[in-house]
């Protein structure tokens, strides 16, 4: 009984115990489901927000839903300033009624969160086109890898098949040892294998066919041996893989890439080649045929320019064939017809070399998920006999070949659908499209220039004797049609006609891209100022107005920048003058003038690539359609070893010859490889003037071609490799004491920053240069970079205009010996020579150590580099200095 009671007392206490805890279970569970309820709301409401784009906006626990009138008006703003200030969103309440009942900070909340929303929708479009483009990245380098793996076996069969058969060759040379009748039978047999053919409507057809299957072979297929293209390697973020041919007749190029362009548009755009080749002068479709087969057939005559004054311009008479395959591709193919009977024909022009265009064109595929997949083959025959022999690298370079036609063409077509996914995209005021179009007609207007063909109404004046500067005339209406001729004071000019003076020049030892960058930063170094002001005089009407925000200075120029093609490294941009008075006497008050300038090439990295830089002055207005007079430099390298290299080898692209401000590091195997060849500069400058003016505008043009040439090459001397690299230059012979050192690195720095010679040729040997350093005419000093710089060291005229000696020398600073106005001179100064290295200083009045005034003409400043390309010590220069 107990134990029966026990038992049940145990039992009555666990049902009462689970009981409990059951209570507590089920009110838990309650209290969660509440929270869960909460949450859920408060998940709702927020997700509620963000689908209703921006309409829900809490604010302090309150929730405030816009009007579609109110989101309207937001959404105005928004596309005029996404991020306003608060003055801006207070003088939109009070501007707008509708926003009345909304507080600023609400305002403010609803910008946030719809430059949020901007940012994540363009991150993801940007990975989904990053994702498109690898997708098709991986299916090219699939089907390249298909194609290497076809070349390879077709490979393996030959080395067999010229094994089996080198016995029976063996026997044959033997028994026939004429060599004249092997060539004979060879020459037959080329003969007979292309036949001409007849130009009836059938015969262009089956060249046509022949066209395509040899094309498509050279695009997908082995019928070309091709080797990656130094410095373009494929990625994510390449434009493509570019290769070029290796050992085949004439000059060939490939790229395969992707565009976000319809198949029918990139078609359209490829074939209007004037609107993207800038070396095409004429592009004229004579004749269009309809095949059977739903393609057509076209004639063509075209023409290119000249890449020098030194040879003549090429043309073509093609076929090209444009067809649909059986997959849906589009095909347009092109070959040369120099083989055709009884047809169309197009007799040989004067100043035109005939060339000829292997089987080439344009294989575009549909993508999925939208753009295309485009195959470009450019093999040509520039006939490079018809050239001097200096110049037949320019016709046998097929990297020049890539980088000027085949990657030109892609470079198009990626630069129109980037301005068609961003169409509203802005610079300066003005589209991507018109900032593209000026940029041919500058490129155009140079060609033009350095030809001068006599159709366009140039022709050539006499020479003076000297035949180095050829200088040509054109006095047609149309060449001068939309120039505002008047001048600032208002009356009418007489300016008829234009004036080109043009030359070229042999380049050796110096890489393209650093002379030309160079030029470009350095424009006093070859430029004169009167002639800038007499270039821009009839085109600066009135002031130009163009904005300054992040501009970049260098040197009494103020450049300007309009647009930049990373891909390409292209820039666009304006050049302000400061300060620069015109030529003509009426003109008080000196005015900044105005180039719009194109510069491409200034990278090292691209082996063999062309430099230009191309200028004209503008007017005030700065129209998309105002006359461009285009002057400048173009310079394209003559070593064409990369071309032959063995595809096995592959080239260090890693380490690259960079010269710039001060920490820019140099590769002296680098340097060698780039500045080991040849390379030819051609430059061109044009000039509006009044016809009576002839003679003196066309002696003044000569001059100042001669001084640009004899400029530059100073300039190139002075930027070869082996005055550059710091294994080289600043490098310190063993053994030198310490005055040896620091005279070579004075020497060497003043090398680096100012392209010139601050000694005079001959003093070779590091006691001679210090010798020559002592006994310097002008006075050469160098302070310590201190807080407070004190001088180091001094020439022998330095210690003759301080009145001091050596050993007194450390205890003067360098602010005593500067006056009031010289010292405030002097700190402006000093940024600019700790960022850019060097700067020049006008003239005025110094003190020496015994307060005598001293007046100097001018004087410059320079940072003083060691062996490591560090900073050791701030060198001044006073020029013709005298005790007042």
């Known amino acids: 009984m107990l134990n029966l009671e026990g038992r049940n007392n145990l039992s009555i206490s666990n049902h009462v115990g689970m009981s409990r805890s059951k209570n507590k279970s089920t009110t838990f569970a309650s209290n969660q489901r509440r929270r869960y309820t909460v949450i859920h709301a408060l998940m709702m409401v927020v997700t509620s927000t963000?689908?209703?784009?921006?309409?829900?906006?809490?604010?302090?626990?309150?929730?405030?839903?816009?009007?579609?009138?109110?989101?309207?008006?937001?959404?105005?703003?928004?596309?005029?300033?996404?991020?306003?200030?608060?003055?801006?969103?207070?003088?939109?309440?009070?501007?707008?009624?509708?926003?009345?009942?909304?507080?600023?900070?609400?305002?403010?909340?609803?910008?946030?969160?719809?430059?949020?929303?901007?940012?994540?929708?363009?991150?993801?479009?940007?990975?989904?086109?990053?994702?498109?483009?690898?997708?098709?990245?991986?299916?090219?380098?699939?089907?390249?890898?298909?194609?290497?793996?076809?070349?390879?076996?077709?490979?393996?069969?030959?080395?067999?098949?010229?094994?089996?058969?080198?016995?029976?060759?063996?026997?044959?040379?033997?028994?026939?040892?004429?060599c004249e009748s092997v060539v004979t039978s060879g020459q037959q047999h080329l003969t007979s294998q292309h036949p001409p053919r007849d130009a009836s409507p059938a015969g262009l057809l089956s060249i046509a066919e022949e066209t395509l299957t040899e094309f498509l072979s050279k695009a997908t297929g082995t019928a070309v041996e091709w080797v990656q293209m130094p410095g373009m390697k494929p990625g994510p973020d390449s434009v493509g893989i570019i290769t070029i041919s290796h050992c085949c007749t004439g000059v060939a190029s490939r790229a395969c890439g992707l565009v976000a362009l319809e198949p029918t548009r990139v078609a359209e755009i490829l074939k209007d080649r004037l609107s993207w080749y800038r070396d095409c002068r004429a592009f004229d479709v004579l004749n269009v045929l309809s095949t059977g087969n739903g393609g057509t057939i076209e004639l063509l005559y075209m023409q290119l320019y000249a890449p020098t004054t030194l040879a003549p311009a090429c043309d073509f008479w093609l076929l090209r064939y444009t067809s649909v395959l059986e997959d849906g591709s589009l095909v347009i193919c092109e070959q040369s017809l120099n083989n055709t009977r009884n047809g169309p024909s197009m007799p040989p022009v004067k100043d035109f070399v005939r060339a000829k265009v292997l089987p080439s064109g344009y294989l575009i595929r549909p993508c999925e998920g939208g753009g295309s997949i485009i195959h470009i083959v450019d093999h040509i025959d520039l006939e490079p006999g018809s050239v001097p022999e200096v110049l037949r690298p320019l016709y046998e370079s097929s990297t020049l070949l890539a980088q000027r036609t085949t990657l030109a063409a892609l470079y198009q077509l990626r630069q129109i659908s980037q301005e068609v996914s961003q169409p509203n995209v802005t610079s300066w005021g003005r589209r991507p499209a018109a900032l593209r179009a000026l940029g041919q007609r500058l490129s155009r207007g140079f060609n033009e220039g350095v030809n001068g063909f006599m159709d366009e109404a140039?022709?050539?004046?006499?020479?003076?004797?000297?035949?180095?500067?050829?200088?040509?005339?054109?006095?047609?209406?149309?060449?001068?049609?939309?120039?505002?001729?008047?001048?600032?004071?208002?009356?009418?000019?007489?300016?008829?006609?234009?004036?080109?003076?043009?030359?070229?020049?042999?380049?050796?030892?110096?890489?393209?891209?650093?002379?030309?960058?160079?030029?470009?930063?350095?424009?006093?170094?070859?430029?004169?100022?009167?002639?800038?002001?007499?270039?821009?005089?009839?085109?600066?009407?009135?002031?130009?107005?163009?904005?300054?925000?992040?501009?970049?200075?260098?040197g009494g120029q103020v450049i300007l920048p309009l647009a930049h093609t990373i891909e390409h490294e292209e820039f666009m941009e304006v050049v302000r003058l400061e300060n620069v008075?015109?030529?003509?006497?009426?003109?008080?008050?000196?005015?900044?003038?105005?180039?719009?300038?194109?510069?491409?090439?200034?990278?090292?990295?691209?082996?063999?690539?062309?430099?230009?830089?191309?200028?004209?002055?503008?007017d005030a207005s700065f129209s998309d359609d105002a006359l461009l007079l285009p002057s400048g430099f173009r310079i394209i390298p003559l070593d064409s070893k990369a071309d032959t290299s063995s595809p096995n080898r592959t080239l260090d692209l890693a380490s690259t010859l960079e010269v710039g401000l001060v920490g820019n590091k140099a590769s002296g195997d680098c340097s060698r490889h780039l500045g080991s060849g040849k390379s030819i500069m051609t430059i061109a400058f044009q000039f509006a003037f009044e016809i009576h003016l002839q003679q003196n505008i066309a002696a003044m043009a000569r001059q100042y071609v001669r001084s640009i040439i004899s400029s530059v090459q100073r300039v190139a001397l002075a930027l070869s490799p082996s005055n550059l690299g710091p294994q080289v230059g600043l490098q310190p012979p063993p053994g030198t004491t310490e005055a040896q050192t620091l005279a070579l690195w004075i020497c060497q720095s003043y090398r680096f920053f100012f392209g010139v010679e601050l000694l005079k040729p001959g003093s070779e040997g590091s006691e001679s240069i210090v010798k020559a350093l002592w006994h310097h005419s002008d006075a050469v000093m160098c302070c310590s970079l201190k807080a407070l710089p004190a001088f180091t060291f001094t020439n022998q005229a330095g210690l003759d205009m301080l009145e001091t000696t050596l050993v007194a020398l450390q205890d003067i600073t360098l602010e005593k010996i500067f006056n009031d106005n010289g010292r405030k001179a002097l700190f402006v100064e000093l940024p600019q020579i700790m960022q850019q290295g060097f700067a020049c200083l006008q003239g005025g009045i110094a003190l020496s150590s015994m307060s005598r005034p001293i007046s100097y003409e001018r004087a410059v400043a320079w940072k003083v580099l060691d062996e490591d390309e560090k900073a050791h010590c701030l060198c001044f220069m006073f020029f013709n200095w005298s005790f007042v």
């Not at 009345?100 to 479009?125: A, G, T």
């Not at 100022?529 to 270039?535: P, Q, S, V």
């Not at 005015?591 to 690539?609: M, N, P, T």
């Open 50 to 178: 963000c689908k209703d784009d921006g309409n829900m906006v809490m604010d302090n626990g309150k929730y405030v839903r816009y009007t579609p009138e109110q989101v309207e008006a937001l959404e105005r703003v928004y596309h005029e300033c996404p991020k306003p200030s608060s003055l801006r969103r207070q003088q939109l309440i009070r501007e707008c009624p509708i926003l009345s009942n909304i507080e600023p900070k609400q305002i403010k909340v609803w910008f946030q969160n719809r430059r949020c929303r901007e940012k994540q929708r363009k991150e993801s479009s940007r990975l989904q086109a990053v994702n498109r483009k690898l997708t098709a990245m991986n299916k090219l380098l699939m089907e390249e890898n298909d194609r290497l793996q076809k070349q390879v076996s077709h490979l393996v069969y030959e080395n067999s098949y010229f094994r089996q058969h080198t016995q029976n060759a063996t026997t044959l040379a033997t028994r026939d040892n004429s």
């Open 581 to 618: 008075s015109h030529f003509r006497e009426d003109t008080i008050m000196p005015r900044d003038i105005f180039f719009l300038q194109l510069c491409s090439g200034v990278d090292e990295k691209a082996v063999g690539s062309c430099a230009e830089l191309i200028f004209a002055p503008i």
């Open 458 to 554: 140039w022709s050539m004046i006499e020479s003076d004797g000297i035949d180095d500067v050829a200088v040509l005339v054109n006095s047609s209406p149309g060449k001068l049609m939309g120039l505002d001729l008047t001048y600032a004071n208002g009356f009418p000019s007489m300016i008829t006609s234009v004036l080109c003076a043009k030359a070229s020049m042999i380049l050796q030892n110096v890489p393209p891209a650093i002379l030309l960058r160079f030029l470009r930063e350095h424009r006093s170094e070859w430029a004169d100022n009167g002639i800038d002001a007499y270039l821009s005089a009839a085109f600066t009407a009135g002031p130009c107005s163009l904005p300054v925000a992040r501009a970049g200075y260098f």
